[in-house]
């Protein structure tokens, strides 16, 4: 086997996602063979260090020996089994766990297998709490712009990337959209928590002419990932969690990509020092290895549930592969290795060096912002620094950057004119330079 055949092989049957097909007759597909650490290693035998964690789920490197030991043992004693009227010890110990580690106040646990499918779980367990308590009237959501959640219909709904969104907009609920506390939309001396001020007062405008309709407000904490890497700061989510209460609606945490240590606490909620009424994870709570997907939610919510079968008042929706019994031992090795390895402390570390290593982009004449949140960096160019205006999507400034990484042994994916940087966990001081050096070289050409 070698990259060649693999190539003609995969052209003839795949359907790859988030692609356009015919860009792969020009643009080269990267087969790959084998994993260690940071390295993927193709059919040929070069090496890219994987710079956003395949996705943004990779936290302890690929083929990581504590957690490929964790599923061999468990996969001699238990592949499968229904979670409807059975269990099984990893998913009790999993949920022990996670209720212990998450905001105070969340207390169950309920699994699907993507985060779609848990940003789906969330909207449709608020939808039927308020309904179940005889406010049937509240139908609506509330997101903000520049959002996304997923890609299934419930998720697309509630998120605002026209890329994803507008095709399907005719199969959509209709949310009610409210500006983003993006940072990066900040005016001249303005700082980011002055943003987060100015934009909390949207909000409350929306909830207070919306929500007698509104079931939930759903946001990713701190960062909005498939929206360009925008960052906003804590502050908003506090004054979010207040709002919340006060109008008597439901906070979503979408901490799907943010969880796990990305942001530099193990949730980014925690910087906000709030606790959601449910919280979306999934990505990095297995490492990369497996689909799983998990909503925490309070009593309150449970309790809405919790009647007579005849009440019809259960939440009857499930996944083949609810809590697969491998998925949560790879889940549960994750967290062995954050207990062990003072992990959080030695991302404070890493991101320093991200920050430093990064910092010189700001004086680039195409740089219109550098941000970063813990493990989370990105690069946003433009075609004037002064306006920050944008460099037109059709030009795929960001591809110039993919490629030119490719060619040096790294794996760096831009989001449109975004680059950024989500590494595993195990990376290197060394190698984040050598990032920062490829990531420059790749705005140069990108650019010129």
Request: glycine share 6%.
């Amino acid at each position: 086997m070698n990259n060649e055949t693999l190539k003609k092989r995969d052209l003839a049957v795949v359907w790859h996602p988030c692609t356009q097909m015919k860009d792969h007759e020009h643009l080269p597909m990267t087969p790959i063979r084998r994993g260690e650490g940071v390295w993927l290693e193709d059919f040929d035998g070069r090496r890219y260090i994987d710079a956003v964690s395949s996705w943004w789920v990779n936290l302890f490197g690929h083929a990581n020996p504590y957690i490929n030991e964790a599923l061999r043992r468990q996969a001699e004693q238990l592949e499968h089994v229904i979670l409807a009227g059975f269990t099984h010890e990893p998913v009790v110990e999993l949920s022990e766990r996670l209720v212990a580690l998450t905001p105070q106040g969340l207390s169950r646990c309920f699994y699907a297998d993507s985060g779609s499918a848990a940003v789906e779980v969330a909207l449709k367990m608020s939808f039927h709490y308020w309904l179940n308590r005889g406010r049937g009237e509240k139908t609506r959501f509330i997101c903000l712009s520049n959002s996304y959640h997923g890609e299934t219909l419930g998720a697309l709904a509630v998120g605002d990337v026209a890329l994803y969104k507008s095709t399907y907009r005719p199969l959509l609920m209709e949310a009610i959209t409210v500006p983003s506390p993006d940072c990066f939309e900040r005016e001249p001396g303005e700082t980011c928590e002055q943003v987060a001020l100015r934009r909390i007062a949207d909000m409350e405008a929306a909830l207070e002419r919306h929500a007698h309709e509104t079931c939930a407000v759903i946001v990713e904490p701190l960062v909005q990932c498939a929206g360009g890497m925008r960052m906003h700061h804590p502050e908003y989510l506090k004054r979010l969690r207040q709002l919340c209460d006060r109008y008597e609606v439901h906070l979503i945490a979408d901490e799907i990509a943010v969880g796990f240590g990305r942001t530099g606490t193990m949730f980014a909620c925690e910087q906000a020092g709030i606790s959601p009424d449910f919280m979306c994870l999934s990505k990095g709570l297995t490492a990369g290895y497996l689909p799983l997907s998990v909503v925490l939610t309070h009593e309150q919510v449970y309790d809405a549930f919790y009647d007579e079968y005849t009440r019809l008042n259960a939440f009857l929706h499930s996944h083949s592969y609810t809590a697969n019994p491998l998925a949560c031992t790879a889940a549960l090795a994750t967290l062995d290795l954050f207990e062990k390895d003072a992990v959080l402390e030695h991302n404070r570390h890493l991101a320093q060096v991200i920050r430093e290593t990064l910092a010189p982009l700001a004086d680039h004449p195409h740089v219109g912002d550098v941000r970063q949140h813990g493990m989370i960096a990105a690069v946003e160019m433009v075609k004037d620094k002064a306006t920050r205006e944008p460099y037109p999507w059709q030009e795929r400034r960001g591809l110039a950057v993919y490629r030119h990484a490719l060619e040096r042994g790294a794996l760096l994916r831009p989001l449109g004119n975004v680059a950024y940087m989500m590494p595993p966990y195990v990376i290197t001081e060394e190698q984040i330079r050598f990032l920062g050096e490829v990531l420059a070289e790749g705005i140069d050409k990108a650019v010129a």
